[in-house]
T-cell receptor, first 112, second 113 residues
Framework: GQQVMQIPQYQHVQEGEDFTTYCNSS?????IQWYKQRPGGHPVFLIQ?????EVKKQKRLTFQFGEAKKNSSLHITATQTTDVGTYFC????????????FGQGTELSVKP | NAGVTQTPKFRVLKTGQSMTLLCAQD?????MYWYRQDPGMGLRLIHY???????AKGEVPDGYNVSRLKKQNFLLGLESAAPSQTSVYFC????????????FGPGTRLTVT
């Protein structure tokens, strides 16, 4: 079936270091979304990428969508303690009624 | 606007008991979803609905039933709870016009002993 793999599962960084998480889909996606879940919280939408090769930035966060629309990455520059949480990618496929297939998530911890 | 709300927030069940989780949204969204979240497994889709009166199976539907009698409500039922259903359950909704962006409720933490 359709799968979205996300690595790494955990990442521990020192405050100020950079962080990257990667997603790979087994099939071509119509779009990919990124969500953040703070400890004890619920997933919150960050961004959506639709076009092949698209790059979007939100302050220190940079999101990329691969040319083949099968992979994506989230890069955080100079992490802060407020970045702590689990980051999920979620792939949407054409004609799938709005369903998303979530990656396993990358749990980021930041040491001050 | 409350967004997506879920009741209850916590529940402990004994094996074999039944319960219903309620999800409500006030955003007039057409689509609604039930997920379960387990450590290291991400979010797995249990059932979903593309409109009032319609439901469909997701990735892990066994042991669960759902109903969407009103557009704003989506109910998840466990007829005979099992320890394997210990999890955190999230409800989400999305709009037809928002390309699948989902808004999540705060979650229900369920323990089955």
């Amino acid at each position: 079936g359709q799968q979205v793999m996300q690595i790494p599962q955990y990442q521990h960084v020192q405050e100020g270091e950079d962080f990257t998480t990667y997603c790979n889909s087994s099939t071509t996606l119509s779009n990919i979304q990124w969500y953040k879940q703070r400890p004890g919280g619920h997933p919150v939408f960050l961004i959506q990428l639709v076009k092949s090769g698209e790059v979007k930035k939100q302050k220190r966060l940079t999101f990329q969508f691969g040319e083949a629309k099968k992979n994506s990455s989230l890069h955080i520059t100079a992490t802060q303690t407020t970045d702590v949480g689990t980051y999920f990618c979620a792939g949407a496929h054409y004609n799938q009624g709005g369903k998303l297939i979530f990656g396993q998530g990358t749990e980021l911890s930041v040491k001050p | 606007n409350a967004g997506v709300t879920q009741t209850p927030k916590f529940r402990v069940l004994k094996t074999g008991q039944s319960m219903t989780l309620l999800c409500a949204q006030d955003m007039n969204h057409e689509y609604m979803y039930w997920y379960r979240q387990d450590p290291g497994m991400g979010l797995r889709l249990i059932h979903y609905s593309v409109g009032e009166g319609t439901t469909a199976k997701g990735e892990v539907p066994d042991g669960y039933n759902v109903s969407r009698l009103k557009k704003q409500n989506f109910l998840l039922g466990l007829e005979s709870a099992a320890p394997s259903q210990t999890s955190v359950y999230f409800c989400a909704s999305s709009s037809l016009t928002a390309f699948g962006v989902q808004y999540f409720g705060p979650g229900t933490r369920l323990t089955v002993t």
